[in-house]
């Protein structure tokens, strides 16, 4: 994934991580879900307890407030949707985004068993040329949609982009699934969609930009409210 996210150095920046301090992850706030309502529709998240630093940051985010009003910024059909520029919540049209956040970053999480099948959530972060920890934007995050592979789509993605094997289970989900194999162990994964799919399909189709703020919905698709609900079998 190309370059998303500066550190922000303005006083706003720094003003959010002050107010970031009052905010605190109860026991209780880990057993929840979280719900995004979008003017598509609403995707409900799990967040993963495999990855404590970024599920409780992501908690954080939520219960603050910061990511309500966000624009889903950066969409591309069979690959993504991008969402968390804090910058974004009253961005004219046209404006190109992307380098929002709260002015840090959070380390990276990277587990075997998490990997980038459809609707996984999964954080942003700098390129590795300015970036070779790997770690995560404060709060930019993308729900994976993808395509399925066949096996010599897989073998090319071991070859070209991996240099290592994908596990067979994890080939199966792939070749029936889909999903983005080749950001496996270079993006953390720190949750999954376990209600909302076909708002994820819904939004990965829009219309976007071809110019300046390439890859942003030429209509905007907004988060209007997230917040933590309570967990149910889906």
Known sequence: MKKIFLLGLALLSMQWA????????KKKDRKRDVLLQTNYGD?????????PLHRDNFIKLVKSGYYDSVLFHRVINRFMIQAGDGDSKNAQAGKPLGNGGPGY?????????????KGVLAAARQGDDVNPQKASSGSQFYIVQGKTFTDNGLDSVE????KRK?????????????GTPHLDQNY??????????DVVDK???????????????????RIIKAKLIKRKKY
């Open 18 to 25: 002050f107010s970031q301090k009052e905010v605190t992850v």
């Open 105 to 117: 970053t959070v380390p990276a999480e990277f587990r075997p068993s998490l990997f980038h099948q």
């Open 166 to 178: 994908i596990p067979a289970e994890q080939r199966e989900v792939y070749k029936t699934i889909g």
């Open 188 to 197: 953390t994964i720190f949750g999954k969609v376990v209600k909302g799919l």
């Open 159 to 162: 070859t070209y982009r991996l």
């Open 43 to 51: 995707i409900i998240l799990r967040l993963s307890d495999s990855t």
């Open 203 to 221: 939004i990965a189709v829009v219309p976007t930009s071809k110019a300046e703020d390439r890859d942003r919905p030429l209509q905007d698709v």
